[in-house]
């Protein structure tokens, strides 16, 4: 997931930040064996794209809507970058 996830980021100027679930406890209480998990936003009011496997047509889409243009920002060619969070759990 990691990999792929780099790639759509990139076209989107995303941030990825990741998580240990393991490391959590109420992350890990929240989510148990249901990682890798991945937010858009923070994960405390944040949208839950996609768990166990990459959804890359959901992520792209919810990167595609959540990415201010650059008429609307004011700043020519500049996107607004959003943050993934990436719940993950230690093998």
């Known amino acids: 997931m990691r990999d792929a996830l780099g790639v759509i980021a990139a076209r989107f100027r995303a941030v990825i930040t990741e998580l240990d679930v393991d490391a959590d406890p109420a992350l890990e209480q929240a989510f148990g064996a249901r990682v890798p998990v991945l937010f858009l936003g923070p994960v405390a009011g944040g949208i839950e794209l996609c768990h166990y496997h990459l959804d ?18 004011g700043a020519a060619g500049d996107a607004a970058t959003q943050s993934f969070r990436s719940s993950t759990a230690r093998l």
């Open 56 to 73: 890359q047509a959901r992520v792209t889409a919810a990167l595609a809507a959540a990415t201010v243009s650059p008429e609307a920002s």
